[in-house]
Nanobody, 127 residues
């Protein structure tokens, strides 16, 4: 059974940073895609970043490139999303999803390709 727990959200001002954590288990951690999605009120769920650890593959949404970094700590079955220079438009509920059924380059923006989801962690950026 896949188990996913996110943490690290909070309220910050524009320009500040946050690091989200996703602890995941119940699948082969390094071999399958793990992704961050976000959903703001009234908007569709959006893929933010994706990683396949053993393939050294990472992808990012254009809106977060050069500001967000996805990384992993395999001995803790944890991935991170380092978010720098946060903007009010980054305000959303952030979800971790895994495992993904395909390479990040193909599925990072497709929620239906991810088997399990965490409960989400809220990120709020004030201007």
């Amino acid at each position: 059974e896949v188990h996913i727990v996110e943490s690290g959200g909070g309220l910050v001002q524009a320009g500040e940073s946050l690091r989200l954590s996703c602890e995941a288990s119940g699948f082969t951690f390094g071999e399958l895609a793990i992704a961050w999605f976000r959903q703001a009120p009234g908007k569709e769920r959006e893929g933010v970043a994706c990683i396949i650890i053993n393939d050294r593959e990472t992808t990012y949404a254009d809106s977060v490139k050069d500001r967000f970094t996805i990384s992993s700590e395999s001995d803790k079955n944890t991935i991170y999303l380092q978010m720098n220079n946060l903007k009010p438009d980054d305000t959303a509920l952030y979800y971790c999803a895994a495992p993904g059924l395909g390479p990040c380059g193909s599925i990072s923006d497709k929620p239906r390709y991810f088997q399990s989801w965490g409960q989400g962690t809220q990120v709020t950026v004030s201007s």
